[in-house]
């Protein structure tokens, strides 16, 4: 029994070899330029932030929906934050999770949720990343200055009311 | 000031703050500060921080709200409690015991809390106690 295990042992670690030989991990790419290179901005005003979670509820109450809407600034730090009458409670901490993530790591945070899908589970290793859309960063004159996230409905509703948020501001 | 349970609390409550809750932010002292609106369940409901105001204003008027609205009571009740010597209360699980928050008293029920930093405490708590008149 020992003697069949430690054949199979052996060759499936040929085979792992031989498969890692054929397709280059990934992973190994070193791509020139960084990515997400977007510089950090002045942080957002209180009136261009109240004015994206304004538009953000008037897309979410034309559709019938109940979000939670949080604005952080350039250093993921809450500027303002609203609950729709009847949003779930559980998306108050989610709605300003979603909006920091997209701050601090200058992306969409559907990026995250589209790496996990993918299979690059890694991602949930890094620290206080949300692998949800629904968190967007506002980019104004190619710099970032603030970001938004939506919670309480699926991902797919958070992010619609999300843009309608994020465009206003631009 | 209303120290009984809310008869309907949850949505009830919170829709109740809400509707009128936006207007009852106001700057009548032009101070800069993060003002919290909280639901009787000590849920945020509603935050502003004004431009110059820090992130600590937002996380502090946010925990002021709650131990006013969870509490029922104003914070400065329980920070002269332990400036009485009453030191026993810094055990007391989550509260802010800081001047600047206060309860949301409709018919005799508490619905929610507000909560302001940024000036100081004395102040903070005008600007609530106007916010709370606003709604009337």
New interface residues.
């Given amino acids: 029994m020992k003697h069949v295990r430690a054949v199979l042992a052996s060759a499936s670690l040929a085979l792992a070899t031989c498969a890692m030989a054929q397709q280059p991990n990934p992973m190994d790419n070193v791509p020139d330029k960084m990515p997400n290179d977007i510089p950090y901005g002045t942080p957002i005003s209180l009136d261009k932030a109240q004015a994206a979670i304004s538009a953000a509820i008037a897309e979410s109450k034309k559709r019938g929906w109940k979000l939670n809407v949080a604005m952080v600034d350039s250093g993921g730090r809450l500027v303002a934050f609203a609950r729709m009458d009847g949003a779930q409670l559980g998306s108050i901490a989610i709605s300003e999770h979603k909006a920091r993530a997209a701050a601090m790591y200058r992306r969409e945070t559907k990026a995250f949720e589209a790496g996990v899908q993918g299979g690059n589970n890694y991602l949930l290793t890094l620290d206080d990343v949300i692998a949800s859309r629904g968190g967007i960063p506002i980019v104004v004159n190619g710099q970032l200055i603030g970001a938004i996230g939506c919670s309480g409905g699926t991902g797919s509703q958070d992010e619609v009311v999300c843009k309608a948020g994020a465009e206003s501001v631009k | 000031m209303a120290r009984r349970t809310a008869q309907r609390p949850g949505?009830a409550a919170?829709?109740r703050i809400?509707?009128n809750g936006r207007e009852g932010i106001s700057y009548p002292f032009n101070w800069i500060v993060a003002i919290a609106i909280l639901d009787d369940?000590g849920?945020?409901?509603?935050?502003?921080?004004?431009?110059g105001a820090s992130?600590f204003n937002?996380?502090a008027a946010i925990a002021k709200g709650k131990t006013a609205a969870e509490t029922r009571r104003s914070t400065l009740v329980w920070e002269e409690r332990i400036k009485a010597g009453r030191n026993s209360m810094l055990g007391m699980p989550g509260i802010t015991p800081v001047q600047g928050g206060l309860p949301i008293v409709v018919d005799n029920v508490c619905v929610g809390g507000i909560g302001a930093s940024g000036v100081q405490s004395h102040e903070d708590e005008q600007i609530i106690a106007a916010g709370i008149k606003a709604l009337g």
Avoid: K, Y
Wanted: no cysteine.
């Fill in positions: 949505h919170g829709a809400s509707r369940g849920h945020l409901l509603h935050l502003i921080r004004m431009d992130p937002a996380r």
